[in-house]
């Protein structure tokens, strides 16, 4: 992809930045932000529904494209990424959504396609339950995996401790900011995050020199809700964040799971009715979330293997899974967001299929996302 369209993507995401959904609406009827901006005297025609404040306001892109223009100069300087959703990086899950932002900056090495995403939330004052929660969360899942990206918010209490604790368990882990690249806010989890530029990453919609606005962090939730399989909520109170990014998460049809506490306690108040409304599945353990997405366990797999499950006792393939076996035998060892592109299927639907293809012995998930056709 071209630097035009990305400075272009960065300009149009700035013009309509307090109307996620419209600027997705016209990026997608135009095909490009570079379409879009050629064609920016006719929208109203060729995209409909254009908000009018809008529509003039796309009548004149000198001043978003000379910050953008400024914003590539930072990002040049300082190793930031841009995505934008014709990059293969940007994360396909959220792309699926309709106000996803059209320019994502990013610090960092993980995949943000990687096979397995979750986003762990809850309240900022994460009690010792809380933290154990977590803790048994990301080791429960290192006795399963290998390879979950962990995403959160980088905030006090249980986005920290998830962070913390991927960390420690050797989990990539992605920190979804509400401001720019140019700071960390918290300040005091300045350690953490620079750990993560080398086992994660640091994400963000808002160009350098934006603050940490209360605003910002209602819109950043839905990122962290958008770009994973499922949203987990640790703690919350009757009412918070946490509880913001599982609606979004419900409004994206993506999973909600939420830990149970004690009647009467404040901080498992929000769970407890998310719960009870069954706005959430009730989970105690990794292995509840992992069965609960219908995630395959590496004990599972290497079981089947070991048993020698032979590709013969399963000779009927689904067209879906023949066009998945004829890419991964043409060009094997590739990853998600690749596949997914390539047969046009989305990223939630192939990592069902491949899960399926995995139980019959015929691939195997990689680190980073990739996937092994068994020869």
Known sequence: MGEQERLYAMALARICRFNFAAAQAIYRAMGSATATYDNRADIARLAGGCPTRMLKELGNWDTALRRAEAEMEFAARHSVRVLTPADPDYPRRLDECPDAPLALYYRGTANLNSARVISVVGTRHCTAYGRDMVQELMAGLRGMFDDVLVVSGLAYGVDICAHRQALAEGFDTVAVMAHGLDRIYPPSHRDTAKAMLEQGGL???????????????????????????????????????????????????????????AVGAPYSEGCNRLIRDNAAV?????????????????????????????????????????AVARLLQQSNDMQLNTMAAQTRMPVARLAALLFQMEMKGLVRPLAGGAYHWID
């Open 282 to 322: 009730l989970v105690t353990s990794a292995a509840d979330v992992a069965e609960t997405l219908g995630w395959a366990t590496q004990a599972h797999a290497e079981a089947a293997r070991r048993a020698g499950i032979a590709r013969q006792l399963f000779p009927e393939l689904t067209d879906e899974e023949q």
């Open 203 to 261: 994400l963000t919609e808002f160009m350098s020199g934006t603050n940490a606005d209360k605003a910002n962090f209602v819109m950043r939730n839905r990122i962290v809700a958008g770009m994973a399989d499922a949203t987990v909520l640790v703690e919350s109170a009757a009412r918070g964040g946490g509880l913001i990014t599982a609606g979004i998460a419900r409004s994206y049809n993506r999973e909600v799971l939420a830990y149970p506490g």
